[in-house]
């Protein structure tokens, strides 16, 4: 029996599917984290945020999805290693980060801690989603990151679902087109001397957004100020 005993212990220890390994060294996660600390501070020193705010790194593989969880609205800002992974460049970076920032500075602006913009959120949280997407690409562009880059990040790390009509979330194909469209407004010189138009993610992007750029060019072209119903 005691044979029988030593022998499971023996084989329970062994086994790999019992082992511990961490996905990254000490050296790793610190310089990870330094990274964000770095690329988030920026963001709030270049476009002058007073409100407190800190960023963590987390190992976890993916995060929640939210519009306004308790992390933000206690302004603390994590990114998780399965958001990270997509992350290819500090402009990258930059959007990922400068997202959940906006959603953060709105939650200092309601009474009691921000509650009750977390209720009109709540109540309207694809339009807010909208703004908080937009918000966004001000304060990387303020910071001297490519706004492009958002579009990359979220062509990738976001699905396409069937549709958003009982959804908190905007389908990512109207959420992409209408940051194009604000960029195409009022940062245009990113498009006219566009670092990403080589980039496979970009031209992804361009690719399955031909019918909602036909439609934002027909709103250019008959100087429109109607909102465009995108796909």
Not at 38 to 52: A, M
Not at 66 to 89: A, E, H, N, P, V
Not at 102 to 117: E, L, P, Q
Request: charged fraction near 25%; aromatic fraction near 10%.
């Amino acid at each position: 029996m005691n044979k029988i005993l030593l022998t499971l212990m023996f084989l329970f220890m062994a086994s790999p599917v019992f082992a511990l390994e961490n996905t990254h060294s000490v050296e790793d996660l610190n310089s990870i984290q330094t990274r964000v600390d770095k690329i988030g501070t920026d963001l709030l020193n270049q476009n002058k945020i007073t409100k407190r705010m800190v960023f963590v790194y987390d190992e976890k593989e993916k995060g929640e999805l939210r519009l306004m969880s308790k992390t933000l609205t206690d302004r603390q800002i994590i990114l998780y290693d399965g958001i990270y992974r997509f992350i290819q460049s500090d402009d990258e970076l930059a959007a990922a980060l400068a997202r959940d920032i906006s959603m953060a500075v709105k939650s200092y602006n309601g009474m009691w801690g921000g509650k009750i913009d977390s209720i009109q959120v709540a109540l309207g949280p694809k339009k807010f989603e909208t703004v908080a997407d937009k918000r966004a690409v001000d304060y990387m562009v303020n910071a001297g990151y490519n706004p492009l880059a958002l579009i990359v990040f979220i062509n990738k790390t976001c699905p396409q679902k069937k549709g958003d009509r009982f959804s908190q979330h905007n389908l990512t194909s109207k959420r992409l087109a209408r940051i194009y469209e604000y960029i195409t407004y009022k940062y245009p010189s990113y498009l006219e001397n566009n670092e990403y138009a080589n980039n496979m993610y970009y031209q992804n992007f361009l690719l399955t957004s031909i019918e909602n750029r036909k439609k934002l060019a027909k709103k250019i072209e008959t100087n429109s100020k109607k909102e465009v119903k995108y796909e």
